[in-house]
Nanobody, 124 residues
Framework: QVQLVESGGGLVQAGGSLRLSCAAS????????MGWLRQAPGMERKFVAG????????FYADSVKGRFTISRDRAKNTVYLQMNSLKPEDTAVYYC?????????????????WGQGTQVTVSS
């Protein structure tokens, strides 16, 4: 059973930084794609960033390009999302997600496994 556990959310001022972590267990993830998605109140869950576990290819939503960086540590089975230059519009619950796939899904509907989510709040 795949388990994803996020940590690292919190309250930060605009312009600040946070790093989210997603500890993955229950599988060998070499054939998986990992994603970070977020959901603001009243909004649908949207793709933020994704990474291919094997090759390390990365993809980003236009709204976070140049500010967020996704990475993975194979030895620790952990995926990170470094978020810099945070804006109030980045406020949301951030979810880690996984799918056994040779491509990185950009739609939340394509992910099979989800963490519990971690709240990120950016004050102006």
């Amino acid at each position: 059973q795949v388990q994803l556990v996020e940590s690292g959310g919190g309250l930060v001022q605009a312009g600040g930084s946070l790093r989210l972590s997603c500890a993955a267990s229950g599988r060998t993830f070499s054939s998986y794609a990992m994603g970070w998605l977020r959901q603001a109140p009243g909004m649908e869950r949207k793709f933020v960033a994704g990474i291919s576990w094997r090759g390390g290819s990365t993809f980003y939503a236009d709204s976070v390009k140049g500010r967020f960086t996704i990475s993975r540590d194979r030895a620790k089975n952990t995926v990170y999302l470094q978020m810099n230059s945070l804006k109030p519009e980045d406020t949301a619950v951030y979810y880690c997600a996984a799918r056994r796939s040779d491509y990185v899904p950009l739609s939340s509907r394509e992910y099979n496994y989800w963490g519990q989510g971690t709240q990120v709040t950016v004050s102006s």
